[in-house]
């Protein structure tokens, strides 16, 4: 299985962007599919994730200006980000999860695209 992102770039604060990640190989084992943000210096924090029910869950500090879509199965997920601020910067991964719960864990990773937001 292999996850690629991308999407990722250098915009203002108030900006919008729009993450995407295609997953290849045995993509229906896949329950949950997720993103992930690690910002310099600090530990990797949950973003977003999508249950094959399209159900989904935020961390509240994105909760209202990111919106996450796409199909488990099917290996495809997106990451709409509105409204973003400084401190939305970082390296943003997608993931995969054979369980069905949205804290993982997470089976596969991608490689990430780096989102900067200048203020």
């Known amino acids: 299985v292999q996850l690629q992102a991308s999407g990722g770039g250098l915009v203002q604060a108030g900006d919008s962007l729009r993450l995407s990640c295609t997953a290849s190989?045995?993509?229906?084992?896949?329950?949950?599919m997720g993103w992930f943000r690690q910002a310099p210096g600090k530990e990797r924090e949950f973003v977003a994730a999508?249950?094959?029910?399209?159900?989904?869950a935020y961390a509240a500090s994105v909760k209202g200006r990111f919106t996450i879509s796409g199909d488990a199965a099917k290996g495809t997920v997106s990451l709409e980000m509105n409204s973003l601020k400084p401190e939305d910067t970082g390296v943003y991964s997608c993931?995969?999860?054979?369980?069905?719960?949205?804290?993982?864990?997470?089976?596969?990773w991608g490689l990430g695209t780096l989102v900067t937001v200048s203020s």
């Open positions: 993931a995969a999860s054979r369980t069905y719960t949205t804290t993982g864990p997470y089976d596969y």
């Open positions: 190989g045995r993509t229906f084992s896949f329950y949950v």
């Open positions: 999508i249950r094959r029910t399209s159900t989904t």
